[in-house]
């Protein structure tokens, strides 16, 4: 397939699972309207569409964005793309002393979602593709995938965390025939999304995977399209399970609690977050989106030992293989 009907195609799944994901919301949340912004770029070179949710009943704040951008190839950007990719890639290819005459196109769909409830998890995911170009002649120098999705309890449920590996890690055998590409995937989700100077996760993982191709563009895709419907069908499923949970204030005061171990990591270590901010004329709220309406931070706070708070901050602490 030519590589401009590969973008297209790769668009139109994107489009499709932001507004799949999106009316999934709906099915839980009665109060809010739906914010929608279409936005296009000063110059052109990128749009996107913003969906969120705020202050609903359900939901605290939620959101999938759509961005594609084309920004020129910075020294940052190389150097970062550089050093996840493995050595031989055709990033070989590019003139270091002449970076100004390639491009970089992103394109993908990212949200984060923030329930009320106490016992309703938080989640993420990201399916994009990445393509550097020569910007005079629109040729292809180098082009991946990238993504992945993730939970974030506020309570560990531990039928829900094998429930939602599983369907992810069963995705990815449809598409490959074994669970390696899982189990790598996973243990990258569990060494990225650290909290390092807490040397605590920040949820209980999921897989995580920066730049990967298969044998084809159509296996890649099939790929994305395997996890990303893993993730929102297990999501959906789950919210169902725990969305009539009671709750009370001290539970709602750890759930601000976490939220702001989520914070920490979206803005000190998320690579995403730092490339929308290195990105000229970033679109801030849709960057920062990620975040929490509210978070809590308690000066040196521990939760009591024996207690539902304290045996998720353990699992918290070391990774656990839940299938």
Same mark, same amino acid.
């Given at each position: 397939?030519?590589?401009?009907?590969?973008?297209?195609?790769?668009?139109?799944?994107?489009?499709?699972?932001?507004?799949?994901?999106?009316?999934?919301?709906?099915?839980?949340?009665?109060?809010a309207e739906p914010i929608k912004e279409a936005w296009t770029r000063e110059d052109g070179r990128g749009h996107g569409l913003?969906?969120?949710?705020?202050?609903?009943?359900?939901?605290?704040?939620?959101?999938?964005?759509?961005?594609?951008?084309?920004?020129?190839?910075?020294?940052?950007?190389?150097?970062?793309?550089?050093?996840?990719? !493995?050595?031989?890639? =055709? +990033?070989?290819?590019?003139?270091?002393?002449?970076?100004?005459?390639? %491009? *970089?196109?992103? #394109?993908?769909?990212?949200?984060?979602?923030?329930?009320?409830?106490?016992?309703?998890?938080?989640?993420?995911?990201?399916?994009?593709?990445?393509?550097?170009?020569?910007?005079?002649?629109?040729?292809?120098?180098?082009?991946?995938?990238?993504?992945?999705?993730?939970?974030?309890?506020?309570?560990?449920?531990?039928?829900?965390?094998?429930?939602?590996?599983?369907?992810?890690?069963?995705?990815?055998?449809?598409?490959?025939?074994?669970?390696?590409?899982?189990?790598?995937?996973?243990?990258?989700?569990?060494?990225?999304?650290?909290?390092?100077?807490?040397?605590e996760a920040r949820g209980i993982g999921g897989v995580f995977y920066d730049d990967f191709n298969l044998e084809s563009f159509?296996?890649?895709?099939?790929?994305?399209?395997? !996890?990303?419907?893993? =993730? +929102?069908?297990?999501?959906?499923?789950?919210?169902?399970?725990?969305? %009539? *949970?009671?709750? #009370?204030?001290?539970?709602?005061?750890?759930?601000?609690?976490?939220?702001?171990?989520?914070?920490?990591?979206?803005?000190?270590?998320?690579?995403?977050?730092?490339?929308?901010?290195?990105?000229?004329?970033?679109?801030?709220?849709?960057?920062?989106?990620?975040?929490?309406?509210?978070?809590?931070?308690?000066?040196?706070?521990?939760?009591?030992?024996?207690?539902?708070?304290?045996?998720?901050?353990?699992?918290?602490?070391?990774?656990?293989?839940?299938?």
């Open positions: 397939m030519d590589p401009n009907q590969n973008e297209d195609v790769f668009s139109a799944f994107v489009d499709e699972y932001q507004k799949n994901f999106f009316d999934m919301l709906f099915r839980f949340e009665s109060k913003t969906c969120v949710i705020q202050d609903g009943n359900f939901f605290e704040k939620a959101g999938v964005n759509v961005s594609r951008i084309t920004i020129p190839l910075s020294q940052g950007i190389y150097q970062q793309m550089k050093g996840r990719r !493995v050595p031989g890639s =055709n +990033l070989d290819q590019i003139d270091m002393n002449n970076l100004a005459q390639y %491009d *970089t196109y992103a #394109n993908g769909v990212s949200l984060v979602i923030h329930p009320i409830n106490p016992f309703c998890p938080t989640v993420h995911a990201n399916f994009r593709t990445i393509r550097i170009k020569e910007r005079e002649t629109g040729k292809l120098i180098d082009s991946w995938f990238g993504g992945g999705s993730d939970l974030t309890p506020i309570y560990l449920f531990d039928e829900d965390a094998k429930f939602y590996h599983q369907n992810i890690r069963d995705a990815i055998v449809e598409v490959t025939g074994d669970d390696k590409l899982y189990r790598q995937y996973k243990k990258e989700c569990d060494e990225y999304f650290v909290n390092h100077h807490r040397k159509e296996k890649g895709l099939k790929f994305q399209k395997g !996890v990303a419907y893993a =993730n +929102l069908n297990s999501y959906e499923a789950i919210l169902n399970k725990r969305k %009539d *949970t009671p709750y #009370n204030d001290e539970n709602v005061r750890w759930r601000s609690f976490r939220r702001g171990r989520y914070a920490e990591f979206n803005l000190i270590h998320d690579r995403g977050t730092k490339f929308g901010l290195m990105t000229p004329d970033a679109r801030i709220e849709s960057i920062l989106m990620s975040l929490p309406l509210t978070a809590r931070w308690e000066y040196n706070y521990h939760p009591k030992e024996g207690t539902e708070e304290a045996r998720i901050v353990g699992v918290l602490l070391k990774p656990v293989e839940w299938v």
